[in-house]
């Protein structure tokens, strides 16, 4: 989800869509089928969905309420389209409030947005001081919470698992070093600064070392694989036939949790080979529409780099 805007009075924003008619396409819109953009963002994939529907409806959904702000705005005008502040984990939820039990396609676009990384005060980005935040719905635990109250072995599991950073030990015990020695952790850059000071000299010459790390608390902080897990859940049971399910993701656990979760619905007879006859029973719920997952093209990486790790995985229910 890369999107950004202006802080013009007027609401002028500027998207950035990362996959955008790989995603349309394989989301297959029927001008009158309801559809479910989880991830709404500044509306980009969202505009594209409204421009097939002629007597459907487009549910946006987003738990960040500058998004919210930003596609009420945006599709105002728009009789097909509905906005809704809530998080995509909840649509079966959200969607029964008005009347929705069944939909035709749902898009998820998991992440971070452009806007979040780009808005120094939401706390995201080690590039700019600000307070150490950031909360997808400005609410809750935040970062800063996070990173002065967990302990030790806490902190160095979500460093090594949700960064992926083989130096998540050492980052770990200098943030706990740093709070109990010198002062509560608060901003950004305070934060990047034990990073960087934690990892060899050669790892900070090859890109600034927070970066992994910034990526796991926010992870942590806003719960993002437990949400795409519930989401993948929701979206599929509220799937009718036919209906598809479209997710780009950015980071390798969230690919692996999508492709597992389509996997397991396109899995059919679970015998052992040597079977004469099928006795489980089981049969495929859905089938791939994207055997491999579709990545940003030469022309989309040259205009926006962002979309370099973005994968897109398309499957319909049977």
Request: proline share 4%; net charge neutral; glycine share 8%.
């Amino acid at each position: 989800m890369l999107w950004s805007f202006s802080s013009c009075s007027d609401m002028e924003f500027k998207h950035l869509s990362v996959l955008l008619s790989e995603t349309i396409e394989g989301l297959n819109v029927k001008p009158d089928g309801i559809y479910v953009d989880g991830t709404a963002g500044g509306g980009g994939h969202s505009s594209e969905i409204l421009r097939g529907l002629k007597s459907g409806k487009l549910y946006s959904i987003d738990r960040d309420p500058d998004a919210i702000k930003t596609v009420t705005e945006r599709f105002k005008d728009e009789p097909c389209s509905v906005v809704v502040k809530g998080r995509f984990g909840d649509m079966k939820e959200l969607l029964k409030a008005y009347g929705v039990e069944k939909v035709d396609g749902v898009l998820l676009d998991i992440g971070v947005s452009s806007h979040q990384l780009d808005t120094a005060q939401r706390g995201f980005s080690f590039h700019e001081d600000a307070p150490l935040d950031m909360r997808m719905s400005q609410e809750g635990e935040s970062a800063k919470s996070l990173v002065n109250n967990l302990p030790y072995a806490e902190l160095a599991r979500i460093i090594g698992t949700y960064g992926e950073d083989k130096f998540a030990s050492s980052i770990a015990r200098a943030i706990v070093r740093y709070r109990e020695n010198q002062k509560e952790i608060e901003t950004t850059l305070e934060l990047a600064e034990i990073i960087k000071s934690a990892v060899p000299q050669r790892v900070r010459r090859e890109g600034h070392p927070a970066r992994q790390t910034f990526q796991a608390i926010r992870i942590a902080v806003n719960d993002e694989f437990g949400e795409l897990e519930r989401g993948l859940d929701s979206a599929f049971e509220m799937l009718r036939s036919g209906g598809r399910l479209a997710v780009i993701t950015f980071h390798s656990i969230e690919d692996r949790i999508t492709k597992q979760r389509m996997a397991k619905w396109c899995t059919g007879c679970t015998c052992p080979p040597d079977f004469p006859v099928c006795v489980c029973g089981n049969k495929p719920q859905a089938k791939l529409i994207t055997r491999k997952p579709v990545t940003a093209s030469k022309e989309e990486l040259q205009i926006n780099q962002r979309s370099r790790s973005a994968k897109l995985r398309v499957c319909e229910k049977l």
